[in-house]
């Protein structure tokens, strides 16, 4: 493998194992065990709750089916098990966010099992193992006056996110570099916003992760000391934490010390993970089987419907992309980065737009468009069906290149009909020859150098001329045709 | 009619007939219920304005439609105060929830309030149901109107003594491991636990959630019936809750027991009964044997094992349930400087000595390194028991034998944790397996009432009822009345 990482060298003497642990709040309507909105943020604090995701006395979790069906596709496309029983466990602790004192989530019999994640790092193949695939729900929001709870002067919690549907995806320790990780989580994410289970938002923490880290001499087949690192919530930081995480350990071995087994969190501003909780002050979180959910038996009839309802994959998609349209293998990934852009890009294409003129534009003047107004193409103004009758115009002869990109930028913000404005604003592109051979002859006639220098073999001067006549024909005349036509007269 | 000790069905029949009205049978509660309380303290909360609403909406549904209004429709019922009421206290007889008024109503509740029942109060019990004398209620303890320095069982005492002193014909408690069936054993009234997920856990302040069953208190097995169909059948609210359709313990009641094959478990009459309750139980299965039944030794050696499986489970289940009280939210919180004081001191002074004991046995069970030792032994004694159960009931139809080994004892006089656990020895593995019981008066043994257990297979409760029904009509037991209500 040819990752270099600052912890580690290809030449080091130490290799890296990294496990991942990615919680992912699982789009549903509703809460995982009452009926509140699992949109929470939009809600005033504490707006967003009821006696069930309180936490108050005598109230019992109804379990959201919509959230077992989620975890089940995300599993299947994982390639995981889903064993025909599973249960829910209480995992037992005291913290304010967590109002019943236990979070309802999955110990023992998991709802999935050893599935894995193929991805490309440093463009050689690679798969990480999938221990698991669980469903739990989510805990409450605090608010610190100050930075950490221990030296908060008060603390407020507010308990909308309380009982969000939340979805553990643990890895095999079968990652070797940050770079590595990074790329899992990005195919991870990238999936899991395919299948339309999670937004995939790492800032505001729909999408969390933290990795175990340790390290070991190459040949060893021991696992080192484990340090759980958390608190990253972009990629970089995922990159940088795991990255710092593993030069320090291989510098406390190095130096002869001994690695504690801790729990170390991520402090961006300082660049570097802090020791946040000790082995010997781990949680014993008591698990024991949830008394007030049965277990649940998901029938293999459910699993195969929900196995047959499963989209396309984002590698599956980007190899037939390939295939079916002459596409890069750069470009067929990039056009199936999300599956709205893929599905787009197809119905470009259904909708009579050439293969290549399609990529090149959803790659180039919509990406920016979309960079600039932050709005995807389907949000825009113009839409998948306007973008598809523009690129016809297009490509039919009707407009030529640089109206279509005029025209386009404007539709994107503004929406309207790409043939109506055509022909309201007279857009249409000028290819008759008469009259463009009266522009040509006029500019020749006033650019006399240009022409000079073209005869005399200097091919760029061409190109001035042709923005003459492009300017003298207001933008519209047929491209290929002018250029033609000043060949023709320059060299009569 | 004299209201004081008449049934539920005598109060229905004369609402029916117009002798009298829900208002009439609520003053008579309420006389009854200022009369006797002082010195019973069966109630921790009186639902005045409540009982008020429902006496006039039971009066207009009588009124619209007297064969439709059901058999609980304008009749004066208790509820155990760990039965979430909105608007006013649930206090599960604990300092912690003193001040707590849950905004939502249990479903068992919510069909009551439907029906048309009228809710004179909250009934005392021991704090988190836990106990087996009511001695345990932080608001003091309850007295047996058969003797009132003695304890009316528990932990659902209240419940039992407002129907024994005759203030309501009908009350409800919760039975985790005998609460409601050794309470009404102690009291000379019936007490029935329903099969597992037959009722509506939803807005029950749990103490051990794979064993609480909520259950009516009566003075007949026809009222029990009655009460208990009320508030049964499948509830949303409760993934536990059983979808099967309630079968009818009403029409059973008149089945009689000839051809029915009655096992007595050894095991349940062995050592550790008082004579009279060995001598009223053998009597009581004379006379079923009479009455027709076949009568059939049976073994369930695993018996003795119960209450330690019982004290694993529960006490585990509990310590997870309650961990939900640190006075953020609700409830009572005693404020110290900091987050973690406040915790402690909160829970600390909020809970009483059996909480903290039970929170803390529980808290042990399940820590790491002793759960394979305790909990998941206890489960796998548990699964046992059951399958004890199953075996027999290829054999026989029901099971007869003591609610209690012991009539109703002294306050003050059991000490030790471990001999008051003996109290539920017999009742707990009917809760492990998740049957329906049922306790009925038998006799008395040194005055005092003895309760006969009737167990019949899970889901099968109308068996539990027509057992029941059919002893208690060749018998005289059921009329006997506490002293002090005779003498009113």
């Known amino acids: 493998m040819t990752t270099q990482t600052v912890g580690l060298g290809v030449d080091s003497a130490y290799e890296a194992v990294i496990g991942l642990e990615v919680h992912a709040q699982l789009l549903t309507r509703s809460k995982m065990f009452c009926s509140c909105s699992a949109a929470y943020t939009n809600a005033p604090a504490n707006g967003n709750c009821c006696p069930v995701c309180l936490g108050m006395p005598g109230v019992l979790p109804v379990m959201n089916r919509q959230a077992v ?26 913290y304010p966010d967590l109002p019943k004192g236990y979070q309802i989530s999955q110990y023992d019999l998991p709802m999935s099992l050893r599935g894995h994640l193929d991805f490309t790092v440093n463009e050689e193949r690679a798969r990480c193992g999938i221990t698991r695939v669980h469903l739990e729900e989510d805990t409450g929001t605090m608010h610190h006056a100050g930075d950490v709870l221990q030296e908060a002067t008060s603390s407020l919690v507010d308990l909308n996110r309380s009982g969000v549907p939340l979805m553990e995806i ?52 021991e696992l080192g000391t484990k340090v759980e690192v958390k608190n990253m919530n972009s990629f970089r930081a995922v990159h940088r934490a795991i990255d710092f995480e593993i030069a320090r350990q291989v510098a406390v071995l190095e130096q002869g010390g001994a690695l504690l087994q801790e729990t170390r969190g991520w402090v961006e501003t300082r660049a570097a993970t802090v020791s946040q909780r000790s082995k010997e002050m781990a949680h014993d979180y008591r698990y024991f089987p949830e008394p007030d959910l049965p277990p649940l038996q998901l029938g293999r009839e459910l699993v195969e419907r929900i196995r047959s309802e499963l989209p396309e994959l984002p590698e599956a998609r980007a190899a037939r992309l390939a295939e079916q349209y002459g596409l890069s293998t750069y470009d067929a990934a990039l056009l199936t980065a999300s599956r709205e852009d893929a599905d787009a890009y197809e119905e470009l294409v259904d909708a009579g737009v050439s293969a290549k003129v399609a990529a090149n534009w959803q790659m180039g003047d919509v990406a920016a468009l979309a960079n600039q107004h932050h709005r995807s193409l389907v949000d825009s103004g113009v839409g998948v069906v306007g ?92 491209p290929a045709l002018v250029n033609s036509l000043l060949r023709e007269r320059l060299s009569a | 009619m004299s209201c004081a000790g008449a049934t539920a069905a005598e109060m229905a029949a004369s609402l029916r007939a117009g002798q009298t009205t829900p208002r009439q049978l609520l003053d008579h509660a309420r006389a009854q219920l200022s009369r006797l309380d002082g010195r019973l303290n069966a109630f921790l909360a009186h639902t005045d304005d409540l009982a008020d609403r429902q006496c006039e909406r039971a009066a207009g549904m009588l009124a619209d439609d007297p064969a439709g209004a059901g058999p609980l429709c304008g009749i004066p019922i208790a509820l155990k105060d760990v039965l979430c ?193 060995r001598d009223r139980v053998s009597e009581a299965i004379a006379v079923l044997e009479g009455l027709g039944a076949s009568i059939e030794e049976v073994s369930l050696p695993s018996t003795d094992l119960g209450l330690s499986t019982y004290y694993i489970i529960a006490p585990a289940e509990c310590s997870s349930n309650l961990a939900r009280y640190d006075g953020v939210r609700f409830g009572r919180r005693v404020e110290r400087p900091s987050l973690t004081e406040t915790l402690l001191r909160t829970r600390g002074e909020g809970f009483g000595p059996e ?35 199953d075996s027999v009931f290829e054999r026989v139809d029901a099971l007869v034998c003591p609610t209690s080994p012991k009539v109703a004892f002294t306050m003050g006089t059991i000490q030790d944790p471990l001999e008051m656990y003996l109290n539920d020895a017999l009742t707990i593995p009917v809760n492990l397996a998740g049957l329906p019981g049922i306790s009925l008066p038998c006799g008395l043994s040194r005055e005092l009432p003895v309760g006969l257990q009737v167990i019949a297979p899970r889901l099968r409760d109308a068996r539990v009822f027509q057992v029941a029904r059919a002893y208690e009509q060749a018998t005289q037991w059921h009329a006997l009345r506490a002293p002090m209500v005779a003498s009113a």
């Open chain 1, 170 to 221: 643990v890895s095999e320790p079968d990652l070797r570099s940050a770079d590595a990780a990074r790329e899992y989580l990005v195919r991870l994410r990238q999936l899991l916003m395919y299948i339309g289970v999670n937004d995939g938002n790492l800032e505001q923490g729909s999408l969390r992760c933290d990795a175990n880290v340790s390290v070991r001499k190459f040949g060893v087949s």
């Open chain 2, 85 to 277: 009421l909105a608007g006013y206290p649930t206090t599960a007889g604990s300092r912690i929830l003193e001040d707590f008024r849950p905004p939502y109503t249990a479903t068992a509740v919510q069909r009551l309030l439907d029906a048309g029942a009228v809710p004179v109060g909250k009934t005392n019990c021991d704090e988190f149901a836990m106990g087996s004398s009511t001695e345990n209620s932080a608001f003091g303890a309850v007295g047996n109107p058969w003797d009132v320095e003695r304890v009316p069982g528990g932990s659902s005492g209240g419940s039992a003594a407002a129907v024994a002193s005759g203030m309501v014909p009908i009350s409800y408690g919760t039975d985790t491991g005998g609460s409601i069936r050794q309470p009404a054993a102690l009291t000379g009234v019936v007490g029935f636990k329903p099969t597992y997920g037959r009722v509506s856990r939803y807005g029950l302040i749990a103490f051990a959630s794979s064993l609480d069953q909520i259950g009516p208190f009566a003075q007949t097995v026809e009222d029990a019936a009655v009460a208990y169909v009320a508030v049964a059948g499948h509830d949303p609210r409760d993934s536990t809750s059983v979808p099967d359709p309630v079968d009818d313990p009403v029409s059973a009641l008149q089945l009689g027991v000839d051809g029915i094959r009655l096992g007595i478990p050894r095991e349940y009459m062995g050592a550790g009964l008082e004579p009279g309750v």
């Open chain 1, 69 to 94: 069906e989620m975890t089940v596709r995300t599993a299947l496309a994982l390639d995981c098990e889903i064993p025909a029983f599973t249960k829910f466990d209480r995992k037992n602790y005291f």
């Open chain 2, 355 to 389: 909480v903290e004991r039970r929170v803390m046995l529980g808290t042990y069970a399940l820590s790491s390194g002793y759960y394979d030792a305790y909990y998941r032994r206890a489960q796998k004694v548990r699964t046992l028991i059951a399958r004890e159960f």
């Open chain 1, 387 to 478: 973008l598809a009758t523009l690129l016809r115009l297009l490509e039919d002869g009707t407009i030529n290149g640089p109206t279509a990109k005029e025209l386009l930028a404007e539709l994107y913000e503004h929406g309207g009909d790409a043939a109506l404005l055509v022909r309201e604003r007279g857009l249409g592109q000028v290819s008759d020859r008469a009259a463009l051979t009266v522009i040509v002859d006029e500019v020749i006639a006033a650019n006399a150098q240009a022409c000079e220098d073209f005869r005399g073999g200097k091919a760029q001067a061409l190109g001035r001329l042709v923005g003459q006549v492009m300017k003298a024909a207001g933008g519209r005349a047929e």
